[in-house]
T-cell receptor, first 108, second 114 residues
Framework: QKEVEQDPGPLSVPEGAIVSLNCTYS??????FMWYRQYSRKGPELLMY????GNKEDGRFTAQVDKSSKYISLFIRDSQPSDSATYLC????????FGKGTRLHILP | GAVVSQHPSRVICKSGTSVKIECRSL??????MFWYRQFPKKSLMLMAT?????????EQGVEKDKFLINHASLTLSTLTVTSAHPEDSSFYIC??????????FGSGTRLTVV
């Protein structure tokens, strides 16, 4: 079993819809949970960074961590075409382990 | 804050030559930096952990003699791809942990070996 599992997509949703992106993990030692957005040919950009279980909101983005289920989610409200990118979940103890990334397309 | 600058953004080199990629933390000190490699439409694969003032820690399967890492100061780590071959063509990305602000990434270097 891989340490971090993420559906690669692609995921296509209409503009304005709520997007839900998810990852599962197997290593209970992970302490930090992150979501990155990556545009084509660019480095990843940190969107959300959480340490504990629960929800964290930042503008249109909400990150959710459920340590008991080893499951994390990223919700994007009022999705925009500019949100089209690859979204990578990541987790760390002393080094970051990334999911494969989910390619998201927001259709105008 | 927490900016990591990576240079060059794009490099083309001839097979057999060496290429150096720099990663700088601009507004914070990074005792540890990380180097990743990313193939098209694939996730980032950790290559090595760069430790200031000591040897880098390489992940399994990464050739330490091919990918030389030097972390000479708290703000600079370099990755040198030695005797590059076409199969080394990839997107290389560095990262550093900026304390409570989490991990910040450079913008990446697209290496093409011809």
């Amino acid at each position: 079993q891989k340490e971090v599992e993420q559906d690669p997509g692609p995921l296509s949703v209409p503009e304005g819809a709520i997007v839900s992106l998810n990852c599962t993990y197997s290593n209970s030692a992970f302490q930090y949970f992150m979501w990155y957005r990556q545009y084509s040919r660019k480095g990843p950009e940190l969107l959300m960074y959480t340490y504990s279980s629960g929800n964290k909101e930042d503008g249109r983005f909400t990150a959710q961590v459920d340590k008991s289920s080893k499951y994390i989610s990223l919700f994007i409200r009022d999705s925009q075409p500019s949100d089209s990118a690859t979204y990578l979940c990541a987790m760390s103890v002393d080094k970051i382990i990334f999911g494969k990334g989910t390619r998201l397309h927001i259709l105008p | 804050g927490a900016v990591v600058s990576q240079h060059p953004s794009r490099v083309i080199c001839k097979s057999g030559t060496s290429v150096k990629i720099e990663c700088r933390s601009l507004d914070f000190q990074a005792t540890t930096m990380f180097w990743y490699r990313q193939f098209p439409k694939k996730s980032l694969m950790l290559m090595a952990t760069s430790n200031e003032g000591s040897k880098a820690t390489y992940e399994q399967g990464v050739e330490k003699d091919k990918f030389l890492i030097n972390h000479a100061s708290l703000t600079l780590s370099t990755l040198t791809v030695t005797s590059a071959h076409p199969e080394d063509s990839s997107f290389y990305i560095c990262s550093a942990k900026a304390g409570a602000r989490g991990y910040t990434f450079g913008s990446g270097t697209r290496l093409t070996v011809v």
